[in-house]
Every structure is written in structure tokens, then in C-alpha cells.
Nanobody, 114 residues
Framework: QVQLVESGGGLVQAGGSLRLSCTAS????????MGWYRQAPGKQREFVAS???????NYADSMKGRYIITKDTAKNTIYLQMNSLKPEDTAVYYC????????WGQGTQVTVSS
């Protein structure tokens, strides 16, 4: 069983930055994707960014240029650096890992004030 623990959420003003972390309870396999999703109130969960290996990166169009996903394999951790935050980025951010079987973290709240 894989457990994912997110941290780093909080309240920030528009234009500010936050860095989220997600640490897995097991060694990460590079061939499995790991990434971030978010869910705003009243909306469906949506894809944010993912990483597989060290160079296979994917971003949702609205996050390109503002968000950066990275991985520290030695720490079983991925990060999401979020810059130029907007009020519409307010959501619960979830970490996801796996391919055939998907694991989710409990989520961390990000609130961007205008």
C-alpha cells in the first residue's frame, strides 16, 4: 500500500508563490507517473502536472510557465512550485501516483486572495 502525504498549502496573495510537497511511503519507480491534480469548490478534479522519470513532464495549459514540477527520487518526493498565483488557482491540491493502480494523497488547501 502506498501512502502519499502532501504539505505546503496555505493562504497567499495573488501574485505570490507556494511550493507543495508530496512524499510517498515507498520507493518511487521512475516508470510510474506521479503528479498533481486540483479540485476547486463546485468543480471537477482537474489535472495540473505530472512527471515520469526525470524529464517526462506534462502540464495543464493554464499552468504552463507558472508551475514547475520536480522530483527528488532519493526522498521519494515530488514538488510543485507555483508562481504568479491567481485567485482562480484556489483549490485543494492532490498528489497522485501510479499507473495500473492509482494512489491519492489527502490533499492540501491552497487559497489565493485577491
Amino acid at each position: 500500500q502506498v501512502q502519499l502525504v502532501e504539505s505546503g498549502g496555505g493562504l497567499v496573495q495573488a501574485g505570490g508563490s507556494l511550493r507543495l510537497s508530496c512524499t510517498a511511503s515507498v520507493r518511487l519507480f521512475n516508470f510510474n507517473p506521479m503528479g498533481w491534480y486540483r479540485q476547486a469548490p463546485g468543480k471537477q478534479r482537474e489535472f495540473v502536472a505530472s512527471i515520469r522519470g526525470t524529464s517526462d513532464l506534462n502540464y495543464a495549459d493554464s499552468m504552463k510557465g507558472r508551475y514547475i514540477i520536480t522530483k527528488d527520487t532519493a526522498k521519494n518526493t515530488i514538488y510543485l512550485q507555483m508562481n504568479s498565483l491567481k485567485p482562480e488557482d484556489t483549490a485543494v491540491y492532490y498528489c497522485q501516483y501510479g499507473a495500473l493502480k492509482i494512489y491519492w494523497g489527502q490533499g492540501t488547501q491552497v487559497t489565493v486572495s485577491s
